[in-house]
């Protein structure tokens, strides 16, 4: 399970990451983020509805209603930020996103924790010639929240689509892992049918990636 994420790339190289025009940009001015979480804005790249793709913020995790379960009253809804790979075309609160609303996540790295009391966080990367070289998960999104009411019915909300782990992952987290892209799936990602976009959903070459960090939970500005 993934709840920890970075991305410190920059707008500029987001835009040349996703290959869109300054003017599909939404973020306004956004900065590099060392630290993500459930509940938080985060960018998202999806197709708009000419087809064409696009930058904007949303909130990491699909929304539910939650009920206290010594009252029964309403309390702060559940954020659903990851979503099994294997149960997204079948399952009601993910599979009409997967079909008609896919997206990408972009990110830096990722944080996975091993351990209690204290746990060991180890946070994941791909190689390449920066430290941490950009990349994106591979996500839904959906721009309605049933179930609650007044500001949180219609915001934008994306999770991000979990499989099982690679060999670099498997030590800290042996089950899951998040989906990671390569960019020249992109499009089939965003726009290809439901049997594409199964095919993508598969570990990331272990060979690929790398632990930047050990032992810590939330990444300064300067480690970027």
Request: overall charge neutral; aromatic content about 8%.
């Amino acid at each position: 399970m993934c709840n920890l994420y970075s991305n410190l790339t920059n707008q500029e190289a987001m835009r040349g990451l996703f290959n869109m025009p300054p003017a599909a940009d939404h973020l306004g001015n956004a900065a590099p983020q060392p630290a993500i979480w459930p509940k938080y804005d985060a960018p998202v790249v999806r197709l708009d509805d000419k087809g064409e793709r696009e930058m904007l913020a949303m909130s990491w995790g699909f929304l539910t209603a939650k009920a206290s379960k010594k009252t029964g009253k309403p309390i702060a809804p559940a954020a659903w930020n990851n979503a099994r790979a294997d149960k997204v075309a079948t399952i009601g609160l993910w599979k009409d996103s997967f079909k008609n609303r896919r997206c990408l996540v972009p990110a830096s790295s990722f944080r996975e924790a091993k351990g209690r009391d204290p746990a060991t966080d180890y946070w994941f990367a791909l190689k390449g010639d920066e430290p941490r070289p950009p990349f994106a998960f591979a996500g839904m999104w959906r721009g309605i929240q049933p179930g609650l009411q007044d500001e949180k019915l219609n915001i934008l909300t994306h999770t991000i689509i979990t499989t099982t782990a690679n060999d670099v992952v498997k030590p800290v987290h042996p089950d899951r892992m998040p989906v990671i892209l390569d960019p020249a799936d992109y499009d089939a990602w965003l726009g290809g049918s439901e049997s594409d976009a199964m095919s993508l959903m598969r570990p990331y070459p272990a060979d690929r990636m790398q632990i930047v960090v050990k032992g810590v939970g939330r990444l300064k500005d300067d480690e970027g």
